[in-house]
């Protein structure tokens, strides 16, 4: 195992489309950019690259943008660090990450955290039956591995990113057996294009995408429950009423499937910029607890931290460019970098007029919480400890009083994810049995190590904390 020590006056987490704006817009003004990814290549969950080349996927528009930021980024001369999981973080910028067997330190002067989105998942009867995976997961399964979810898959949830996954259906060549989606076909769901109509004929090739896909449509349905005797037979689906609730006596099943692939969107992910001590808040409309940055420059309450992208609240490609640029430039200026202003407000303009977009989609859409009052007592809420939904229910009855002390009472949020699974489910839970609101739960506070890692790696990565000077070696 090697240990290594490295520094540098901008470092950036995450290689996504903000990460990498991030990355560029620093370097182009003088920084020395380290930039820092969990995957082996950069792009993120939006760009990318299939792991075998050729396929439909290989030259697609988000896999090219995803190649020409990088490349942009390396004719900079930005250094990446892939396949690094970041297992710690603490103020004054230095970072512990584990590197495939090895264990790197890192010291910056300045952060900017684009660590992106996962999805935020809502806990259902039957939801760990295996065959029953995240829409995301289904289109990672498709794009980067070739490979498909299952032969008879139905596609549900709520979302514009539904559409999305079902386009890549489309585009590989696969059918759906049925796509359920909780809104109803209304004129308002066209309402965010009137404002931004440059983004219409992207919703009209969606939806030609989902008609190529040869489903069954339930538009104003949910999937109530997954079946099956060891692994997913069958899905149960019933019409929402005005109250947002499924109607019992209006449901049906979908039998013969093998695969459901479910999303409710996205939530941020906000484990190092909690670690550094900056300021979250709580929007719903936003993904739930996200980094709060000034939009002007994307800098924390944290002096010399930045965030961008989905961790400043969940948006779309587009915004996590604008914000992660804004986040490198002003970083770059933070650490002594020479920083052109006009550069700057054009930037803010088009973000301000691409969060506007995204802010309108997401009322359309609200991400539907108060579901998990639907979740059997026994089921599972917390997959990692099997903390079971009565369980949670019993804690908040002796006295836990927000999610930390649940968490304390239970275990849930104590597995390998952190929380990041079932943290969102158990925020809505605990709040509705308080009768409070879903910010006053709280969120689940990262802990040493955010991932696992073996503890030689961790040890050689901390030892180096207070080295003076970069420097690579093998620990005894």
Same mark, same amino acid.
């Given at each position: 195992?090697?240990?290594?020590?490295?520094?540098?006056?901008?470092?950036?987490?995450?290689? %996504?489309?903000?990460?990498?704006?991030?990355?560029?817009?620093?370097?182009?003004?003088?920084? +020395? =950019? &380290?930039?820092?990814?969990? /995957?082996?290549?950069? %792009?993120?969950?939006?760009?990318?690259?299939?792991?075998?080349?050729?396929? !439909? /996927?290989?030259?697609?528009?988000?896999?090219?943008? %995803?190649?020409?930021?990088?490349?942009?980024?390396?004719?900079?001369?930005?250094?990446?660090?892939?396949?690094?999981?970041? /297992?710690?973080?603490?103020?004054?910028?230095?970072?512990?990450?584990?590197?495939?067997? +090895?264990?790197?330190?890192?010291?910056?002067?300045?952060?900017?955290?684009?660590?992106?989105?996962?999805?935020? *998942?809502?806990?259902?009867?039957?939801?760990?039956? !295996?065959? =029953?995976?995240?829409?995301? @997961?289904?289109?990672?399964?498709?794009?980067?591995?070739?490979?498909?979810?299952?032969?008879? =898959?139905?596609?549900?949830?709520?979302?514009?990113?539904?559409?999305?996954?079902?386009?890549?259906?489309?585009?590989?060549? #696969?059918?759906?057996?049925?796509?359920?989606?909780?809104?109803?076909? $209304?004129?308002?769901?066209?309402?965010?294009?009137?404002?931004?109509?440059?983004?219409?004929?992207?919703?009209?090739?969606?939806?030609?995408?989902?008609?190529?896909?040869?489903?069954?449509?339930?538009?104003?349905?949910?999937?109530?429950?997954?079946?099956?005797?060891?692994?997913?037979?069958?899905?149960?689906?019933? @019409?929402?009423?005005?109250?947002?609730?499924?109607?019992?006596?209006?449901?049906?099943? &979908?039998?013969?499937?093998?695969?459901?692939?479910?999303?409710?969107? /996205?939530?941020?992910?906000?484990?190092?910029?909690?670690?550094?001590?900056?300021?979250?808040?709580?929007?719903?409309?936003?993904?739930?607890?996200?980094?709060?940055?000034? !939009?002007?420059?994307?800098?924390?309450?944290?002096?010399?931290?930045?965030?961008?992208?989905?961790?400043? %609240?969940?948006?779309?490609?587009?915004?996590?460019?604008?914000?992660?640029?804004?986040?490198?430039?002003?970083?770059?200026?933070?650490?002594?970098?020479?920083?052109?202003?006009?550069?700057?407000?054009?930037?803010?303009?088009?973000? $301000?007029?691409?969060?506007?977009?995204?802010?309108?989609?997401?009322?359309?859409?609200?991400?539907?919480?108060?579901?998990?009052?639907?979740?059997? !007592?026994?089921? #599972?809420?917390?997959?990692?400890?099997?903390?079971?939904?009565?369980?949670?229910?019993?804690?908040?009855?002796?006295?836990? $009083? +927000?999610?930390?002390?649940? #968490?304390?009472?239970?275990?849930?949020?104590?597995?390998?994810?952190?929380?990041? &699974?079932?943290?969102?489910?158990?925020?809505?839970?605990?709040?509705?049995?308080?009768?409070?609101?879903?910010?006053?739960?709280?969120?689940?506070?990262?802990?040493?190590?955010?991932?696992?890692?073996?503890?030689?790696?961790?040890?050689? *990565?901390?030892?180096?904390?207070?080295?003076?000077?970069?420097?690579?070696?093998?620990?005894?």
């Amino acid at each position: 195992m090697k240990a290594a020590l490295l520094s540098c006056d901008v470092l950036v987490v995450g290689a %996504g489309p903000a990460g990498l704006a991030a990355a560029a817009a620093a370097r182009e003004c003088g920084a +020395d =950019v &380290i930039c820092v990814d969990l /995957f082996t290549q950069a %792009g993120g969950q939006y760009s990318m690259r299939p792991v075998v080349a050729g396929g !439909p /996927f290989d030259h697609s528009l988000q896999v090219a943008d %995803g190649r020409t930021a990088e490349a942009r980024c390396r004719e900079l001369g930005v250094r990446f660090l892939f396949d690094t999981e970041i /297992f710690w973080a603490e103020p004054g910028f230095s970072v512990f990450a584990r590197q495939g067997p +090895d264990s790197v330190t890192i010291r910056a002067s300045a952060m900017v955290v684009a660590s992106g989105a996962m999805e935020r *998942a809502i806990p259902f009867n039957g939801w760990t039956l !295996p065959g =029953v995976i995240t829409a995301g @997961a289904a289109q990672r399964l498709i794009k980067a591995n070739r490979a498909s979810p299952g032969k008879n =898959v139905v596609l549900a949830g709520t979302g514009p990113f539904l559409l999305a996954v079902a386009d890549t259906f489309a585009k590989a060549g #696969k059918h759906l057996r049925a796509y359920v989606e909780m809104q109803r076909p $209304a004129l308002s769901l066209f309402s965010p294009f009137l404002h931004h109509p440059a983004r219409f004929g992207e919703a009209v090739g969606l939806l030609q995408s989902l008609r190529r896909t040869r489903p069954a449509i339930h538009m104003g349905h949910m999937v109530t429950e997954a079946l099956g005797d060891g692994r997913l037979e069958a899905v149960r689906v019933a @019409a929402i009423g005005r109250n947002g609730l499924p109607e019992k006596d209006k449901s049906f099943l &979908i039998e013969n499937i093998d695969s459901l692939c479910i999303g409710y969107g /996205f939530r941020p992910v906000i484990d190092i910029t909690s670690l550094l001590h900056a300021a979250h808040h709580f929007d719903s409309s936003l993904g739930g607890w996200y980094c709060a940055a000034d !939009p002007a420059t994307q800098q924390t309450d944290v002096p010399r931290l930045y965030a961008a992208g989905e961790t400043t %609240g969940i948006g779309g490609s587009v915004p996590a460019r604008l914000s992660g640029r804004l986040a490198g430039l002003d970083a770059a200026r933070a650490v002594g970098n020479t920083v052109s202003v006009p550069s700057m407000d054009g930037t803010r303009r088009a973000l $301000a007029r691409a969060r506007d977009f995204a802010a309108s989609l997401a009322k359309l859409f609200p991400f539907p919480g108060h579901l998990i009052e639907r979740l059997s !007592p026994e089921e #599972k809420v917390c997959r990692c400890e099997d903390v079971s939904r009565a369980q949670v229910e019993a804690a908040v009855g002796e006295g836990a $009083a +927000d999610l930390f002390s649940v #968490k304390m009472w239970t275990r849930a949020g104590m597995g390998p994810c952190q929380g990041r &699974i079932c943290g969102s489910a158990l925020g809505d839970l605990v709040a509705g049995r308080l009768g409070i609101a879903a910010e006053a739960a709280g969120y689940n506070r990262p802990h040493m190590p955010l991932r696992p890692v073996p503890l030689n790696i961790a040890e050689a *990565a901390l030892a180096l904390a207070g080295e003076p000077k970069e420097s690579t070696g093998t620990p005894a």
